[in-house]
């Protein structure tokens, strides 16, 4: 399956609730992304995390939030000041420069 | 800042016939660039980068640094070729920030 799991597929919340969603990886890649992916829009990078115990902001960080405490996972938390969290969300893990990234099955969060 | 973009939100063609996507590219430094497809109910994969210099199902893509452009090409399209198209940025060095343009949705008509 690829080694990247993300869960799960389809997550439902009420406004003003945070919500995590989850990204595993074996393939003990260095390199972690999360996307956001919007019809018309492609894939909007949010945070990122090169190794563990660090990560920077994407274009559209606002109203998200990360850790990386193991090299594995790399979850993303969407907090109740997002103001569109309804969306697909891809997680991705890469190694060094000129590898290819692989991508996760994605969640699907709806937020009524 | 990095930025890609790719003009066309759609492309349609006929089977046989040649296929171009453009992608041009702003950034910096020296940008290492792919392009990713995504078929319809798969995840997004990697076709090409450009590090290779490969053809891989027929399409190529040549960097051209003094345009900026990384265009993905291929002389006949066959109908399933037609997918999303992501045109992918990744910063030189050793920040890995990876970029995606908007994309192009190709359809190939028979």
């Known amino acids: 399956d690829g080694g990247i799991t993300q869960s799960p597929k389809y997550l439902f919340r009420k406004e003003g609730q945070n919500v995590t969603l989850s990204c595993e990886q074996n393939l003990n890649h260095d390199a972690m992304y999360w996307y956001r992916q919007d019809p018309g829009q492609g894939l909007r990078l949010i945070y990122y995390?090169?190794?563990?115990?660090?990560?920077q902001k994407g274009d559209i960080a606002e109203g998200y939030s990360v850790s990386r405490e193991k090299k594995e996972s790399f979850p993303l938390t969407v907090t109740s000041a997002q103001k569109n969290p309804t969306a697909f969300y891809l997680c991705a893990v890469a190694t060094d420069l000129n590898t290819e990234a692989f991508f996760g099955q994605g969640t699907r969060l709806t937020v009524v | 800042a990095q930025r890609v973009t790719q003009p066309e939100k759609l492309l349609s063609v006929f089977k046989g016939a040649p296929v171009e996507l453009k992608c041009n590219y702003s950034y910096s430094g020296s940008p290492e660039l792919f392009w990713y497809v995504q078929y319809s109910r798969q995840r997004l994969q990697l076709l090409l980068r450009?590090?290779s210099r490969e053809s891989i199902k027929g399409f190529t893509a040549d960097l051209n640094k003094g345009e900026t452009s990384f265009h993905l090409k291929k002389p006949f399209a066959q109908e399933e070729d037609s997918a999303m198209y992501y045109c992918a940025l990744r910063s030189g060095g050793s920040n890995y920030k990876l970029t995606f343009g908007k994309g192009t949705l190709l359809t190939v008509n028979p």
């Open positions: 450009h590090i």
């Open positions: 995390s090169q190794i563990v115990n660090d990560f």
